[in-house]
């Protein structure tokens, strides 16, 4: 996914995880594919016993940015990504394991923009990687 966002151009001021070994491993990942430089924070917030008010307080910290990248588990993370974008409804969003989901936080309530799971990356990482070659003539 760290390729597939960085073959989108994808913008990340902030990466931010939960505590646990394999999300902080995976946010440092794809922090390198980004070419994000600062350390990944880490927050509570984000760990599988979290509860949706630790995620709503994430999220105002944050608020002030452009770009915020969240690293965290399921089913907590697709429950309150769910939640945040049909304004407490309580929906879920279905996350597979290493989806990635957009979410614009300027619209109320906060508007998701895409959502991609890892055979869906697979197919758009190849597509941009395919286009983005250099073309070269046969002579």
Do not use: C
Request: zero cysteines; aromatic letters at 6%.
């Amino acid at each position: 996914m760290g390729q597939v966002l960085g073959a989108l151009k994808v913008q990340v001021d902030v990466i931010v995880s939960s505590p646990l070994k394999r999300a902080l491993q995976t946010a440092q990942f794809v922090g390198t594919e980004l070419g994000y430089e600062a350390k990944v924070e880490v927050s509570p917030a984000l760990s599988p016993d979290a509860d949706y008010p630790a995620f709503q307080q994430l999220v105002a910290r944050y608020a002030g940015h452009e770009g915020v990248l969240v690293v965290g588990h399921n089913p907590s993370l697709f429950q309150f990504l769910g939640r945040l974008v049909t304004g407490n409804g309580g929906a879920n969003l279905r996350l597979r394991k290493g989806a990635v989901a957009r979410v614009d936080l300027d619209q109320h309530p906060p508007q998701l923009q895409w959502l991609i799971d890892p055979r869906m990356g697979r197919q758009i990482y190849a597509s941009v990687a395919k286009n983005s070659r250099p073309k070269t003539s046969r002579k």
